[in-house]
Antibody
Framework: EVQLVESGGGLVQPGGSLRLSCAAS????????MSWVRQAPGKGLEWVAN????????YYVDSVKGRFTISRDNAKNSLYLQMNSLRAEDTAVYYC????????????WGQGTLVTVSS | SYVLTQPPSVSVAPGQTARITCGGN??????VHWYQQKPGQAPVLVVY???DRPSGIPERFSGPNSGNTATLTISRVEAGDEADYYC????????????FGGGTKLTVL
């Protein structure tokens, strides 16, 4: 059974940092593009970042470029999102999701982890 | 950047057909994926590549895509279909970026 389990969310002050993790199981992690998608309270889905199977390609939404870094450790079946210089508008539930291909759908999602940026 | 436009809400009576649109410039040339999200839950893929269904998704869910509009069609709507629905594409012209529509709240009357 495919499982994606996020962790690392919490309350952080503006300007602070947080590292999210996503533990994957039930599939060959190294064979899939992976993504982070977030959802602000009461709002829609917003894609945050993608990473290729071997980590050689990474893409970001403009609003997080230079502040967030997506990475993966295929030996540990884990996906990460390092978030620096956090802003109030980064407050959201962050989901990790598996992509079926370079232009595919997101067929599996984690349960999400809440990040709250507030003083 | 590429923009997907969805109506904020759609209402339908049980047993009827719901159609949720997703507008985008020449969206017919892209693969469109649809997600269902119920309150407090993660999104669930219901249609991929315009009209295919993942295993476990009822045949009632389908989706044509052509021109500037993709449509998620839900036949014989049930109370359990009430949820938010999002369309999604990959913007291949812009560094593998992913675009979601703003979402449509489906209300079953």
């Amino acid at each position: 059974e495919v499982q994606l389990v996020e962790s690392g969310g919490g309350l952080v002050q503006p300007g602070g940092s947080l590292r999210l993790s996503c533990a994957a199981s039930g599939f060959t992690f190294s064979s899939y593009w992976m993504s982070w998608v977030r959802q602000a309270p009461g709002k829609g889905l917003e894609w945050v970042a993608n990473i290729k199977q071997d980590g050689s390609e990474k893409y970001y939404v403009d609003s997080v470029k230079g502040r967030f870094t997506i990475s993966r450790d295929n030996a540990k079946n884990s996906l990460y999102l390092q978030m620096n210089s956090l802003r109030a508008e980064d407050t959201a539930v962050y989901y990790c999701a598996r992509a079926t291909g370079a232009y595919g759908s997101f067929d599996y999602w984690g349960q999400g982890t809440l990040v709250t940026v507030s003083s | 950047s590429y923009v997907l436009t969805q109506p904020p809400s759609v209402s339908v009576a049980p047993g009827q057909t719901a159609r949720i649109t997703c507008g985008g410039n020449n969206i017919g040339s892209k693969s469109v994926h649809w997600y269902q999200q119920k309150p407090g839950q993660a999104p669930v893929l219901v249609v991929y590549d315009d009209s295919d269904r993942p295993s476990g998704i009822p045949e009632r869910f389908s989706g044509p895509n052509s021109g500037n509009t993709a449509t998620l069609t839900i036949s014989r709507v049930e109370a359990g279909d009430e949820a938010d629905y999002y369309c999604q594409v990959w913007d291949s012209s812009s560094d593998h970026r992913v675009v979601f529509g703003g979402g449509t709240k489906l209300t079953v009357l």
